[in-house]
């Protein structure tokens, strides 16, 4: 009887060392792997736009060139991110650089452009996915914006669009709606940011919206099903 108790026991042990290195792999591991390809991303980006992302003394053309519908494959550079409050990062002290696609693997690059949604600075809703705790969690603290944040991207083009921070919420992962076109049915093109809730779980999603600051460009967004918000 003491045999098996003591190999129950060592089983056990070895099941939560085994847990918990696993843990370590997905909350750091995973990070470095996400760092390695945001660097890749950086310079895949400065190939195709060469100004610094967050130059805001240059000079930004509006107007939509030739090559702007071009499609961009999946896992490529697609938009730069980052976010203000009163003119200093929060969120992230970096650039995050945000890919095509939203599939688990694409998501370890970084956040991911909903392909079904609108471009950066279109007349519809621009949604990205990114995750919470794992693969760099580029918006783990995105619950901390609050009015007055503003949201700027750059996109394929080196135009700059900034939202303003709306508000967020709690939901479930099958409430497609928040990925809609017009989310809010305010009117307004829109950026929906997508991210897992609570922390360490995938349980609920935060969504957090923004409104375009600027003149819309025209829509591209082709719709498009999906089950649920993926997960981040």
Do not use: K
């Not at 400065?46 to 992302?53: A, C, G, M, Y």
């Not at 494959?73 to 969120?91: K, N, S, T």
């Not at 944040?149 to 303003?164: F, K, L, M, N, S």
């Amino acid at each position: 009887m003491a045999r098996v108790i003591r190999t129950i026991g060592w089983t056990l042990i070895v099941l939560g060392v085994v847990v918990l290195l696993y843990v370590v792999y997905l909350l750091w591991f995973t990070g470095f792997e996400t760092q390695r390809e945001q660097r890749d991303l950086a310079d895949e980006w400065s190939l195709t736009v060469p100004d610094d992302p967050i130059d805001h003394d240059r000079e930004v053309d509006r107007e939509a060139p030739e090559e702007d519908d071009e499609p961009v494959d999946v896992g490529d550079a697609y938009a730069a991110l980052w976010f203000e409050r009163d003119g200093e990062p929060i969120v992230s002290d970096d650039v995050i650089y945000v890919v095509e696609g939203v599939d688990l693997p694409t998501l370890r690059r970084g956040p991911g452009h909903y392909p079904e949604s609108d471009r950066p600075g279109g007349e519809g809703n621009f949604a990205i996915a990114g995750h919470r705790t794992t693969y760099g969690a580029p918006f783990w603290s995105l619950d901390v914006l609050e009015p007055g944040d503003t949201i700027h991207v750059i996109d394929r083009q080196g135009r700059e669009w900034v939202y303003a921070y709306v508000e967020q919420r709690i939901v479930q992962p099958t409430e497609l709606w928040v990925v809609g076109e017009d989310p809010l049915g305010s009117g307004a093109p829109m950026i929906t940011l997508t991210t897992c809730h609570p922390r360490y779980s995938d349980a609920q999603r935060l969504i957090a919206w923004g409104e375009l600051l600027d003149d819309p460009i025209e829509s591209t967004a082709e719709g498009g099903e999906r089950d649920e918000i993926p997960e981040s």
